[in-house]
Each structure stands twice: as C-alpha cells, then as structure tokens.
C-alpha cells in the first residue's frame, strides 16, 4: 500500500518547499498582518520594514536607512542581525581598505549632514535605522504631540540620509 503525500509545492529532490510558508504561530501571523497593513508582512521583523510595509516610507527611504545601518554594523559593530542583508554578507567577503575607507567616508557624509540638522534628528534616525527600537508613535496608543513631533524628525532624517548618500558619489570623484 503506499503512502499519500502531503499536497503543496516540491523542491527538486522531492521534499515540500518551505519558502513563503510562514510557521509562526496564528497570533504571530495575525499580528505581523496587522503591523504591515496593506504590505507585505515579512517586512514586519524590524520598524523600518514596518514603515516600508504600511507605506509611511518609500523604497529609496527604506533602501537609504538599511544602508545606514549596514554601514554602521561594517564601522562599529552590529546592533543586530537584521543589518547585515544576506547579499552583503557572502561567505568569504572580506572588504578591503580601499572599501572600508569609501564607507567610511559615506558614512562621516551621512552623520554630518544628519547632525547639522540637530542631534535630535540623528538620535530619531539611530535609534529606529540601527538600534531597531520601537518608538512609542509605531505602537497601537493615542498619539501624543511629541509622538508626531519624533516621527516628523525620523522623515526628515531619511530624507537627509538620501540626499547625503546621493551627493556622495559626486564628492568623492
């Protein structure tokens, strides 16, 4: 007698595919649903991707503030895995000094443009792009006016990060 097979997608050697499958639990998945709205869900693991995912951001804002915080974790270490992408973490790159001197350098670029702003747009920016706190206005709570002040300062961190990343190229040649 043989055996019934699972229904679903295969890879090539026969096995069920797990990709697109989200195994977490259904209070998980209600709740990442929730968090991304209208977007995608898998971009809920960090407030960035939650931004992204509600459409409180664009692409480029989202691309400009993981390239913040992958700089950041090549410069000074990494505050948590989610800075280091998968297609800049490849098993054997090693940068080169001629590398770590070019990030570096758009790194300097990048905080000086956001502390001219104010260290208050820095912090907004760090805390959220590097360190991945959740600030109190991404919360489900009444929002109060320094709530929309702290998000009005994270927006217009964003946007001085893509002009700073922007000018870079045009500096440095």
Sequence with gaps: MARRRKP????KSGRLSRQGVDR???????????LAGDGDPANTTYPLGI???????????H????????????????ASTAAIT????RPGAILDEVAL??????????????????????????????????PRWMRPVPPAWSDIQQAEKLIKG????????????????
């Excluded at 679903?8 to 890879?11: F, K, L, N, V």
């Excluded at 931004?51 to 804002?61: F, K, P, Q, V, Y």
């Design 8 to 11: 679903g997608q295969r890879t």
């Design 24 to 34: 977490g639990t259904q209070e998980l998945r209600d709740r990442r649903a929730w």
């Design 51 to 61: 931004l992204l995912a509600n459409g409180a951001i664009g692409e480029d804002l």
């Design 63 to 78: 691309r400009y503030g993981c390239d913040y915080a992958w700089m950041h974790a090549v410069l000074f270490g990494s």
């Design 86 to 89: 998968a297609d800049r973490a």
């Design 101 to 134: 001197r070019r990030i570096s350098l758009k790194m300097e670029l990048a905080r000086r443009a956001l502390d001219q702003a104010g260290r208050q747009i820095r912090d907004a920016v760090e805390a959220l792009v590097v360190y991945e706190r959740v």
């Design 158 to 173: 964003l946007e001085l990060l893509r002009r700073a990343f922007e000018e870079a190229p045009r500096r440095a040649a």
